[in-house]
């Protein structure tokens, strides 16, 4: 069993920044996939980014040109930076690791951006 926490969120303003932290319980050392996602009220959860051990990286278009994806090992924790956060960007983030053949979810930290 693998379990996530989340944390980072917050309430900003159009323009800021935020920094989003995924801390796994163990250390994870066979071949992982960890991606974040992210559900805004309305609307069906959708994928924002994905890193995996070997750091090949995907993004949302969404997203591409301003949140960059990165993974500490030794700290068995990835990171999601958010700049030039947009109203749009605003949602509850989840992030997912796919670890041994099972897949395991955080129960999220939500992001509220403002005009």
């Known amino acids: 069993q693998v379990q996530l926490l989340e944390s980072g969120g917050g309430s900003v303003q159009a323009g800021e920044s935020l920094r989003l932290s995924c801390a796994a319980s163990?250390?994870?050392?066979?071949?992982?996939?960890m991606s974040w996602y992210r559900q805004a009220e309305g609307r069906e959860r959708e994928f924002v980014s994905s890193?995996?051990?070997?750091?090949?990286?995907r993004y949302a278009d969404s997203v591409k040109d301003r949140f960059t994806i990165s993974h500490d090992k030794a700290k068995n924790t990835a990171y999601l930076q958010m700049n030039s956060l947009k109203p749009d960007d605003t949602a509850m983030y989840y992030c997912?690791?796919?670890?041994?053949?099972?897949?395991?979810w955080g129960q999220g930290t939500q992001v509220t951006v403002s005009s």
């Open positions: 890193i995996d051990t070997y750091s090949i990286i």
């Open positions: 997912k690791i796919i670890y041994q053949g099972a897949s395991y």
């Open positions: 163990g250390n994870v050392y066979a071949y992982y996939h």
